[in-house]
């Protein structure tokens, strides 16, 4: 069975955006994977239907692991201190968003009261840690 990265992704920032979500955080893999590259077009081409242009910073590259989300959640956050969260955060797999829950309650942030909701496209062959 195939997966349909860019549709997939599509498909739930478009939600995303439906629910009123506008400052999406974007934690994709790294842009020499195809299938990390089809999804960052699937959520902007969800940001492009919906007439919602994405934040400025709000697409961060990270590996398809735990701890590589943790890392770019955590960079973001410092980076971004004082400014708003994310409304919600499109992870570019499950490890991501594990990793991004991690760094969000080590910050004493609560998924979804704070950010809400974390999505995370299942990648299925791509080793992740803990």
Same mark, same amino acid.
């Given at each position: ?5 860019? /549709? ?15 400052? $999406? ?26 007439? @919602? &242009? ?5 697409? @961060?590259?990270?590996?398809?692991? @735990? ?15 004082? &400014? ?9 797999? /499950? ?6 829950? /991690?760094?969000?309650? $080590?910050?004493?942030?609560? @998924?979804?009261? /704070? $950010? ?15």
């Amino acid at each position: 069975m195939e997966s349909d990265d860019e /549709d997939g992704a599509f498909e739930m920032v478009s939600h995303l955006l439906a629910l009123g979500h506008r400052r $999406i955080l974007n934690i994709a893999g790294m842009a020499d994977l195809a299938g990390a590259e089809a999804r960052v077009r699937g959520y902007q081409r969800a940001h492009a239907a919906a007439g @919602v &242009k994405p934040p400025p910073a709000h697409l @961060v590259r990270a590996p398809f692991t @735990v701890e590589g989300g943790r890392d770019a959640m955590e960079v973001w956050l410092r980076r971004h201190r004082g &400014k708003p969260l994310p409304d919600a955060v499109f992870a570019g797999n /499950d490890g991501i968003a594990h990793g991004c829950m /991690d760094a969000l309650r $080590i910050r004493g942030l609560r @998924v979804p009261a /704070d $950010i809400s909701p974390l999505c995370g496209a299942p990648t299925r062959g791509v080793p992740e840690s803990r």
